[in-house]
């Protein structure tokens, strides 16, 4: 049969409120041509993020509602940990609040000022805290992740060249951790093939400097191994999946992604001390090491979703879903980040607007635009994500001027996606008439959360 049944029916649904043009022109005037800042309730089609934005199961949602909250080791801690320990292969684990809770943890425990982490490019909070624990930065992503247009399937890998350099240039004491991230965010959710990671933690075995996995997106990671590694096809997702764990010594995990929760996110290490330290730092920040400022009710809806997000009907529908949003833009000439990612479509929107300087917002304005013509809200993934640079105070100019349209898990049906693609045809048919934005209000961090802009 050519089309893929969907392995879920709806049970809930949550009214959406349809706007008119002139109520969007309104409310994005107040929002100062920045989507972080709408309103929700002015948001058709949420298209932000997906973190903490899917729907869970009638199982996550009757597990929640049976969770006792007893203080300190109880039900829900021992079934989380078992879970994760089963799941992902790490004898040690810690729940944190959200992800970057988890790497301001790990960046502070492993971190001393003045080492560098090497990283397959970044990502805004995981550079945050490495750089907040005094890290040097470091991006030895392949060449290809830099250019949208590039045509490879795992655009995510680290290059194990530039890797050996930096090892060679700084010496082996000096790297802190190597940062490999799973589905590369900020590239546009490009997948790391099995053989990579190999490479890699090879080289890490070899001068005795730590792997730490950002694992957020693992599981979708692990449906692109599947799907596109030679000699992949034939194998399990969760088989693929602890082997691709078994190569780190930790992992950071936004469980807002891949577990399908609305909060929650954890720590996995292989080593005693190490947790020991991460526990002591994070009952000062994070909470006490039986829930990571979390309910109880969370810790039992992250286990639930552990075991749901490695079903290979789930992982295809989804990754799928996003592939068919690609496939309408696509089509009609939109410029896209090739191949689609797991999470997301990025359109690039330097070549959307090829007319407009980068230091004019381009993304931040085919934002606004696309919002304006579908109620649909995206996100910019460009010059204002990127910030300033600490030394000179000018912009950082990165080669990725994208729109990110991302897309929550199990929420949105094949209509939602042809509403928004009719928006974003209807917009690239009026490109040329496009102008740029003028920054009015900018924050001194983390700018592209609350800065204002007005049209030129
Ligand atoms: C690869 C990766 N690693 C860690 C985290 C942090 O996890 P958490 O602290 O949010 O739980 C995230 C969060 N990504 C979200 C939310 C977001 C956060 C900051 C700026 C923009 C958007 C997004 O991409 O939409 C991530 O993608």
Redesign the pocket.
């Known amino acids: 049969p050519e089309v893929q049944p969907e392995p879920y029916r709806i049970k809930a649904i949550e009214p959406l409120v349809l706007t008119t043009r002139a109520q969007r022109e309104a409310a994005l005037r107040e929002a100062g041509w920045n989507t972080f800042l709408l309103r929700s309730q002015d948001v058709y089609i949420d298209f932000l993020?997906?973190?903490g934005t899917s729907a869970m199961s009638s199982v996550q949602w009757a597990e929640m509602m049976r969770a006792a909250e007893t203080l300190s080791y109880s039900a829900a801690y021992h079934r989380f940990v078992e879970t994760i320990q089963e799941v992902y292969g790490f004898p040690y684990v810690l729940p944190t609040h959200?992800?970057?809770?988890a790497?301001h943890v790990l960046s502070q425990v492993l971190i001393r000022p003045g080492q560098y982490v090497a990283n397959n490019m970044y990502?805004?909070?995981?550079r945050e805290h490495q750089e907040r624990a005094g890290g040097i930065f470091v991006d030895v992503i392949i060449d290809e992740a830099h250019d949208p247009a590039a045509h490879h399937p795992f655009k995510g890998n680290m290059d194990p060249e530039k890797l050996r350099d930096l090892i060679r240039r700084v010496g082996p004491e000096q790297v802190a951790y190597v940062c490999l991230?799973l589905n590369v965010?900020m590239a546009g959710g490009q997948p790391v093939s099995l053989e990579n990671v190999r490479t890699v933690a090879q080289l890490c075995r070899e001068f005795g400097i730590p792997l730490i996995f950002?694992a957020?997106?693992a599981a979708e990671n692990a449906y692109f191994i599947k799907a596109r590694e030679p000699g992949m096809q034939d194998r399990a997702i969760p088989d693929i999946f602890r082997e691709l764990m078994s190569y780190a010594d930790g992992i950071t995990v936004?469980a807002?992604?891949d577990l399908l929760v609305n909060i929650g996110?954890f720590l996995a290490v292989r080593d005693a001390a190490l947790y020991r330290r991460m526990e002591q730092f994070a009952l000062r920040f994070e909470g006490h090491p039986a829930d990571g400022g979390l309910a109880r009710r969370d810790l039992v809806a992250m286990a639930q979703g552990a075991r749901e997000m490695l079903d290979v009907n789930y992982l295809r529908s989804r990754i799928e879903q996003v592939a068919y949003l690609a496939a309408a833009l696509r089509k009609a000439g939109v410029p896209i980040v090739e191949p689609p990612g797991g999470h997301a479509v990025f359109i690039d929107a330097r070549r959307f607007l090829p007319h407009l300087p980068q230091d004019q917002f381009p993304a931040q304005r085919l934002a606004g635009e696309i919002y304006l013509a579908a109620g649909v809200r995206a996100?910019e993934r460009g010059i204002v994500s990127a910030g300033r640079d600490p030394e000179t105070g000018q912009h950082k100019y990165p080669r990725l001027e994208l729109v990110r349209l991302?897309i929550p898990r199990r929420v949105y049906t094949q209509r939602h996606l042809d509403v928004a693609a009719e928006g974003i045809l209807d917009v690239f048919a009026r490109r040329e008439q496009i102008g740029g934005l003028r920054m009015v209000f900018e924050p001194p961090v983390?700018r592209f959360f609350t800065a204002r802009f007005e049209p030129m």
């Open positions: 993020t997906d973190s959200q992800g970057r809770a790497e990502f805004t909070t995981t991230e965010n950002d957020t997106r936004s807002k992604k996110g996100m991302t983390l």
